[in-house]
């Protein structure tokens, strides 16, 4: 019964390590796009919140309950000062 739990533990190992090869930078890059459209989009949506007004206050409003939990988050992101390490990292 102790060998079994060493090689389901073997298992999971050589499965982790073979994500870490082979998927693991793709899976960042997804997260990393995913969350960029969602900035973009509610940029767009959103933006007269900071002054940008892109779309008419009415298709905002429609869209608010949608995106209002991301609001505070989405804002911090918009006024956060960048350097050039954010880009490259």
């Given at each position: 019964m102790a060998g079994e739990g060493t090689k389901g533990g073997f298992l999971k190992v050589f499965k982790d390590i073979v994500y870490g090869l082979s998927s693991h930078e793709m899976t960042r890059h997804a997260v990393r796009t995913r969350a960029s459209m969602e900035h973009l989009f509610i940029l767009i949506t959103m933006g007269d919140l900071l002054g940008i007004p892109i779309l008419p206050p009415y298709y905002s409003l429609r869209l608010l309950p949608y995106v209002t939990p991301?609001?505070?988050?989405?804002k911090r992101r918009m006024l956060r000062e960048r350097d050039v390490t954010d880009v490259l990292g």
């Amino acid at each position: 019964m102790a060998g079994e739990g060493t090689k389901g533990g073997f298992l999971k190992v050589f499965k982790d390590i073979v994500y870490g090869l082979s998927s693991h930078e793709m899976t960042r890059h997804a997260v990393r796009t995913r969350a960029s459209m969602e900035h973009l989009f509610i940029l767009i949506t959103m933006g007269d919140l900071l002054g940008i007004p892109i779309l008419p206050p009415y298709y905002s409003l429609r869209l608010l309950p949608y995106v209002t939990p991301q609001i505070a988050s989405w804002k911090r992101r918009m006024l956060r000062e960048r350097d050039v390490t954010d880009v490259l990292g």
